[in-house]
């Protein structure tokens, strides 16, 4: 078989299975739409204002609700501890403040 | 018949080092016949060829195939004529490492358009031809020198060209393969093609299917044996 | 068209079969760009899968918290502030909560302990996120005890366990009854953590908001918008870390892709000189790197891009669990829900393939215009 048969074939066969990710990505949200519902609803129910990605201190776990210098209680200036502050940092309606 | 009119040839031109490798040529070489272009090292054979060939322009002077003024024109003509036109098998034969036999000889052929599988069908008649029809597969790296000449020669054949230049052909070759490589000669001479030769090798150009001897020096022609 | 088409092949042919000679090579470069490109996918597809989550689940949040400030901190607040909100107008409904943190020192994990506020748990009883049960290994019916702030004993049977989809927004709820959580906490009656407000006119929302801080100047309004604000911005600020990190990567990647380029091996000019002495245009000679950088580049991009969706969406981002989960004791288990932008795979597959098929041809245009005698004269 030539070359470029085969490389354009592959090329051909990566390309739909890009396409098909995006198919699988709609059917997924599709299937699991209830579930996404169900979590809606449980914000409503309970009123919650954030998700549970880090939940090793207030201020991660509640990224809205922590008061101003909840991130930096020992010190203004110190730098998190925390692994996740590395990821996430104060809401940005606060940086709005200063 | 390629005519070639008061051609001249420098090298960095203008510049401390300019060179006249070509330094008045008028010449007619009749297709269908075996040139050889003979001189000492430095005498401007190769350049000669280079300047046939469409490899580069003359400085000064034209050169006309088929009464066609090639000297001027612009490069992708050229490229297309030499393509067309001229096969060249150099002297240190130039095939591409690690490739296989069968892709260094279609490889003149693959900007032309043609169908891949019209040009393997022609490479693998020409390798039959050449008695290489086994090594079609192998890697063009590891084949002996006889081997490497023909498979430089299929190549040079790929695109049918009127026109076969070699530059010093058995100069790496022994003096069985030189025969063999003259046999060669020959054939494609019987088949109508011109083939045109720099060598200082005489059992090349006092070789019997020799039309034309040129023996060239400091960039002129000296004389011209018949 | 079909001789174009036909020698385009010819040449892209050629090029894999020249490609295919330094495999190994080839072969290591491909792997280390297709991880650049599996990374930066990872993190794309990652991150905007939980910011579209976060706007669609958190759009159900309460409209304004209001939150009391002391000494700049957040502390209780009187549920009399709750009856002077009800007096501004504009305002529909307003619900004093009972929210908090619970740290279990057994696990060392920190819950987020609630009081629910549509339908009481019965005292006695407890619903746990996910997150929770697993942690301590609990189910419907068990007993789990916990130490009140003033050190008795308090137990809890649980009465539910929320469902296992649920945990990106609740695995470490622990919801109680309004008395127990008084009681455990030492919080008084009539003292609550903060205090939800929903507006009549949701246009009128940052006026309302105005109005409650003229009314209770301590305290602090944190409205919807700001908290979807908030998880928009998600990853967005010390993500520049990761992508600081990343660009390391890229840039390593780039002078290492121009080193192979640029330096064109004298083997190389010599190649590129024999087939311009046989016949090949300088376009044609063009056409070959093209297509050997595009080659590379698509491969890596499809690689790349394939593995990270496989491991965003299918394996739950498995390789940045560590990073995410850091020093938590309860992480939450979800797989992202597949939100993909294919405008941003767009981007990436513009990012991947353009500036690399470039950066392998620029150098070739330098050779490209090798005499094609050149191979006469060596």
């Known amino acids: 078989m030539r070359n470029s048969t085969i490389a354009l074939a592959l090329a051909t066969l990566g390309l739909t299975a890009v396409a098909a990710t995006l198919l699988d990505a709609t059917l997924r949200r599709h299937a699991e739409a ?50 996740s502050g590395s990821l996430v940092g104060p809401p940005p309606g606060w940086r709005d403040h200063d | 018949m390629i005519v070639l009119d008061g051609v001249r040839k420098a090298f960095n031109q203008g510049k401390p080092n300019e060179f006249w490798a070509i330094r008045g040529i008028d010449l007619e070489i009749e297709l269908g016949r075996v040139t050889v272009l003979q001189g000492p090292s430095g005498s401007g054979k190769t350049t000669l060829l280079t300047l046939i060939g469409c490899l580069a322009r003359p400085t000064a002077g034209r050169v ?30 130039h095939l591409i490492k690690g490739v296989s036999v069968l892709d260094n000889v279609v490889l003149p ?43 430089a020669i299929a190549r040079a054949l790929i695109n049918e060209p009127e026109v076969v230049i070699a530059d010093e052909p058995t100069a790496n070759l022994d003096s069985s393969l030189t025969e063999a490589f003259l046999a060669i000669v020959a054939a494609l001479k019987a088949e109508g093609r011109t083939v045109l030769m720099t060598s200082h090798d005489p059992l090349i150009y006092r070789a019997e299917m020799v039309d034309r001897v040129l023996s060239m020096r400091d960039g002129r022609l000296v004389s011209q044996a018949p | 068209m079909t001789d174009w088409v036909e020698k385009q092949r010819n040449i892209l042919d050629f090029t894999l079969s020249s490609l295919r000679r330094r495999k190994g090579r080839h072969l ?39 939150q009391r400030m002391v000494a700049g ?23 004093p909560r009972l929210w908090g943190y619970y740290y279990d020192a057994a696990l060392a994990a920190n819950y987020t302990i609630l009081v629910p506020t549509d339908q009481a748990v019965p005292a006695g009883s407890v619903v746990i996120g996910g997150g929770v049960a697993r942690a301590r290994g609990a189910g419907v019916g068990d007993t789990l005890s916990f130490r009140g702030y003033g050190g008795e004993q308090f137990f809890f049977t649980v009465a539910e366990v929320l469902p296992h989809a649920s945990e990106l927004v609740a695995a ?84 290492f892709a121009g080193d192979k380029a640029s330096g064109l091996s004298a083997e190389e000019r010599r190649e590129i000189g024999l087939l311009k ?31 990270a969706y496989l491991h965003v969406f299918h394996f739950s981002g498995a390789l940045f669990e560590p990073v995410l989960k850091g020093w938590a004791v309860l992480y939450p288990e979800f797989r992202p829900a597949a939100f993909v932008d294919v405008f941003q795979v767009l981007t990436l597959f513009f990012f991947t393939v ?16 090798i005499d094609p005698d050149a191979i006469m004269r060596s």
């Open chain 1, 34 to 83: 209830s579930d996404l519902r169900d979590r809606a609803d449980l914000v409503r129910r309970y009123g919650l204002t954030d998700l549970c990605l880090f939940t090793e201190a207030r201020y991660t776990r509640h990224l809205s609700q922590t008061d101003l210098h909840a991130p930096f209680q020992d010190h203004p200036v110190s730098l998190d501890h925390f692994p």
């Open chain 3, 172 to 255: 470490d709820l622990f919801l109680i009854a309004e008395t127990e959580y008084r009681a455990m906490l030492g919080i008084d009656d009539g003292a609550y953590t903060d205090i939800a407000v929903s507006v009549r006119n949701p246009r009128e929302v940052v006026t309302v908001a105005n109005k409650i801080i003229a009314a209770l100047p301590d305290t602090r309004v944190i409205l919807r918008e700001e908290i979807l604000r908030t998880y928009d911005a998600l990853f967005d600020w010390r993500e520049g870390l990761m992508l600081v990190l990343l660009t390391g990567a890229v840039l390593a990647f780039a002078i």
């Open chain 2, 64 to 93: 006309r195939l088929g009464g066609r003024d090639i000297s001027g024109l612009p490069e992708r003509f050229l490229t297309e004529i030499r393509r067309n036109s001229f096969g060249f098998v150099f002297q240190q034969f």
């Open chain 3, 73 to 95: 901190r957040h502390d209780l607040i009187p549920g009399a502030y709750a009856d002077r909100l009800t007096g501004i107008r504009g305002v529909a409904a307003v619900t």
């Open chain 3, 277 to 307: 002495a046989v016949g090949w245009e300088t376009t044609d000679v063009i056409a070959m790197k093209v297509w050997e950088g595009a080659a590379v580049s698509l491969a890596a991009f499809l690689a790349g891009y394939l593995l």
């Open chain 3, 354 to 369: 353009f500036p690399y098929t470039v950066a392998t041809i620029v150098p070739i245009w330098r050779a490209a215009i």
């Open chain 2, 109 to 151: 052929g693959l900007p032309t358009g043609r169908r891949r599988r019209e040009l393997t069908d022609r490479a693998h008649a020409l390798l039959s031809r050449l008695t290489l029809a086994d090594k079609a597969a192998s890697n063009a790296e590891w084949l002996s020198g006889g081997e490497a000449q023909r498979v």
């Open chain 3, 28 to 66: 290591g470069m491909l792997a280390v760009y297709a991880a650049i490109v599996f990374l930066l996918a990872s993190v794309m597809l990652f991150s905007h899968a939980i910011k579209r989550e976060a706007a669609i689940v958190l759009a159900d949040a309460p409209e304004i918290v209001v």
